[in-house]
């Protein structure tokens, strides 16, 4: 058990890092969302805005935890 809060203590601490490093711009036309959920082990950073009318939603980083290995499912 303390192997995975080290794996989902070190995922959510970057992804924050990221996420806040980001959202401090001036040109960022899209919100900078991040999702933890600890439950199923999945963590999320996506974008989310408007184009005119068409709702984005852009995933920029997923990582999931099973069988105690971290899998960067998208990056």
Known sequence: MAQLEKYRNSIKKVLTEY????????????????????????????????????????????IRIKNNKIYIEED
């Open 19 to 62: 996420h806040e490093w980001v959202s401090g711009s001036a040109n960022l036309d899209q919100e900078s969302c991040l999702v933890f959920d600890e439950i199923h082990d999945q963590y999320f950073w996506l974008f989310m805005g408007w184009e005119g009318k068409k709702k984005i939603r852009n995933i920029q980083v997923h």
